[in-house]
């Protein structure tokens, strides 16, 4: 099945405790892109990537960063997180050519 | 940069009647597309826009890109319970796409 993984869906995590959350897609795509959902805000884009080793910043990149070493991985890693990074986060994946991401299962992150 | 903006950020609506949730750019866009996120779920992609004026239908959801590029419009004719969700317009600049906040619908039995 086609379809975008990510883990954890859910993670309670203390102030400055290094966390990564993990997102992968089987569906060859090159585009992904990683999002944050918060309460009257939508979806705030985090960072975004073409392709492999081609990254770059969206809208609210502070405190995140993310590689992309293989096709089919996008990691989001939080280097000491903070309680305002608390958010429900989506990766995306779309292919170059066809049009709209398709989204994960989100990962509601805690930090207290 | 380039912001979305959407409104009404919430809609309750009866059974059976027809509403309207618009978009607005501050920028001319490439494209427009529009996702629909049940409670508890996650966006699911419903169509794409392109052309200047564009109009496209999908069963009772008609969709609609302006003139200069700027604004898009979803109109759901006899709303139904299986319409409850948050429905995201989301403009394509150069390469990022930015959401707007949403439009959350209720509907009324």
């Known amino acids: 099945e086609a379809q975008v993984t990510q883990n954890p869906r859910y993670l309670i995590t203390v102030t400055g405790k290094k966390l990564t959350v993990t997102c992968s897609q089987n569906?060859?795509?090159?585009?992904m892109s990683w999002y944050r959902q918060d309460p009257g805000l939508g979806l705030r884009q985090i960072y975004y990537?073409?392709?492999?080793?081609?990254?770059d910043k969206g809208d609210v990149p502070e405190g995140y960063k993310v590689s992309r070493k293989e096709k089919r991985n996008f990691p989001l890693i939080l280097e000491s997180p903070s309680p305002n990074q608390t958010s429900l986060y989506f990766c995306?994946?779309?292919?170059?050519?066809?049009?709209?991401?398709?989204f994960g299962s989100g990962t509601r992150l805690t930090v207290v | 940069g380039q912001q979305v903006m959407q409104i009404p950020q919430y809609q309750h609506v009866q059974e059976g009647e027809d509403f309207t949730t618009y978009c607005n750019s501050s920028?001319?866009?490439?494209?427009i597309q529009w996702y629909k996120q049940r409670p508890g779920g996650h966006p699911v992609f419903l169509i794409q826009?392109?052309?200047?004026?564009e109009v496209k239908k999908q069963k009772r959801l008609t969709f609609q890109f302006g003139e200069a590029k700027k604004n898009s419009s979803l109109h759901i004719t006899a709303t139904q319970t299986t319409d409850v969700g948050t429905y995201f317009c989301?403009?394509?600049?150069?390469?990022?796409?930015?959401f707007g906040a949403g439009t959350t619908v209720t509907v009324r039995a």
């Open positions: 990537s073409m392709n492999v080793e081609v990254t």
């Open positions: 569906m060859n795509h090159e585009y």
């Open positions: 826009l392109v052309k200047s004026g």
């Open positions: 995306a994946s779309k292919d170059r050519e066809r049009y709209g991401y398709t």
């Open positions: 920028t001319t866009l490439s494209n």
């Open positions: 989301a403009g394509q600049g150069d390469y990022k796409l930015s």
